[in-house]
């Protein structure tokens, strides 16, 4: 889906001026900033330092008011989070649910699955799906959270899918090398470069080489897993 432009993200429909116009003169710039905010993010700014001045001057513009003053209202005051439950309710947006929050983990698991995806990526594709399904998680430090959890799962998942798949051979030889890692065949000398082109240097790579393949690992796992760098699911 195309992303938006900025006037279509920050335009006031006929209902959000509704909405926004039950408020008195003074309030109307804020309540509107935090429901078009909502509307583009899934969760309320928490500072002004989230909201880009184009974005409340457009606003500004629209209402035909002047841009206010910072200092005249804070989005962590009471005030504010009254504004807040007010723009849900408008929105028919619920508390997450355990349900909700089961469903989008599900769903949050099955596009991580075996595909490249950055930590913010994640949380803001757990954003869209609460924007889709009008359900509200308050915000980001509390999303973030819960997207850790969902990659957390999936790593001890993929860890114990392989662990399944060894050899008693196999975990007996990987324990000696875990056990005295910096031995010749040591888990922490496996990847060492080979180095300049001596002897014992090809000696010591044959070595090694020798000692992973005989480890007769699952590779075909990996299949399904994009290895393209430091975003692999759940392994970073």
Sequence with gaps: MAERSFIEQWSLTFDDL???NGYRKTMRIWIALQLKFFCLHGYFPADHSDIASDCTAYLAEQMGCSVPDQSDYQFKARRARRHNQDVLRHLGFHRGTDRDKATLKLWLSEIFRGNQVSFDNMVSQAFGWCLHHKVYIPS??????FVGSVRRTFRDDFLVSVTRQLSSDTIAKLEVSLADPMAATGFKRLKDDVGAAALDNMLSATERLAFIRDLNLPMDILEKV????????GLD
């Design 18 to 20: 509704g909405f926004v």
């Design 226 to 233: 994009d290895r393209a760098g430091e975003g692999r699911p």
């Design 140 to 145: 980001r430090k509390i999303m973030g959270r």
